[in-house]
């Protein structure tokens, strides 16, 4: 056991940075990523053997994971949330480095389904079968999502003007 749990220890360390990296461009903040990533890995350490034996793959299935818990958390989530009053005072937080990259603010202003979609395909190179299968949509779902999500890429990005 103690083997498996410095194997564990290993491969997080090897790919945390990545993971979290991923993690942002899914939920479009560093702070909704390190929750996401925490929750995942807390899952996954319980059963890390049979993960690394029956997956090949555990980055990949990890990934999956990552991708499968923020669509069900959006699910869970996407009702309006009613409070009684209005918070007092503001909270500052630091500044989120990718904060102004046109790419990184038009990604965070795509709609859940669809940023998981782009995440997906051009983040982790997923096809769309495998898309459809890891989000429990159908692939013409993947396709009409993946093409609003571009077209809105892209006018978002380019700002309306004609892309030579």
């Given at each position: 056991m103690a083997g498996e749990l410095t194997d564990f220890e290993e491969f997080?360390?090897?790919?945390?940075?990545?993971?979290?990296?991923?993690?942002?461009?899914?939920?479009?903040?560093?702070?909704?990523?390190?929750?996401?990533?925490?929750t995942v890995l807390e899952k996954i350490g319980s059963r890390w053997t049979h993960v690394q034996r029956k997956t090949g793959d555990p980055l990949a299935y990890i990934r999956r994971s990552m991708a499968n818990a923020?669509?069900?958390?959006?699910?869970?989530?996407?009702?309006?949330?009613?409070?009684?009053?209005?918070?007092?005072?503001?909270?500052?937080?630091?500044?989120?480095?990718?904060?102004?990259?046109?790419?990184?603010?038009?990604?965070?202003?795509?709609?859940?389904?669809?940023?998981?979609?782009?995440?997906?395909?051009?983040?982790?190179?997923?096809?769309?079968?495998?898309?459809?299968q890891a989000l429990g949509i159908s692939q013409g779902t993947v396709k009409s999502q993946a093409s609003k999500a571009i077209t809105s890429l892209r006018g978002k990005i380019t700002g309306g003007r004609e892309v030579g």
């Amino acid at each position: 056991m103690a083997g498996e749990l410095t194997d564990f220890e290993e491969f997080v360390r090897a790919n945390l940075p990545g993971l979290l990296r991923y993690g942002h461009a899914l939920t479009g903040n560093p702070h909704d990523a390190a929750d996401l990533v925490q929750t995942v890995l807390e899952k996954i350490g319980s059963r890390w053997t049979h993960v690394q034996r029956k997956t090949g793959d555990p980055l990949a299935y990890i990934r999956r994971s990552m991708a499968n818990a923020h669509i069900s958390r959006w699910r869970r989530t996407r009702r309006e949330n009613l409070v009684a009053d209005v918070p007092d005072g503001r909270v500052v937080s630091p500044a989120d480095p990718f904060e102004h990259e046109p790419l990184w603010q038009a990604l965070r202003e795509l709609p859940p389904r669809q940023r998981a979609v782009i995440v997906l395909r051009y983040y982790d190179g997923l096809s769309e079968l495998e898309i459809a299968q890891a989000l429990g949509i159908s692939q013409g779902t993947v396709k009409s999502q993946a093409s609003k999500a571009i077209t809105s890429l892209r006018g978002k990005i380019t700002g309306g003007r004609e892309v030579g």
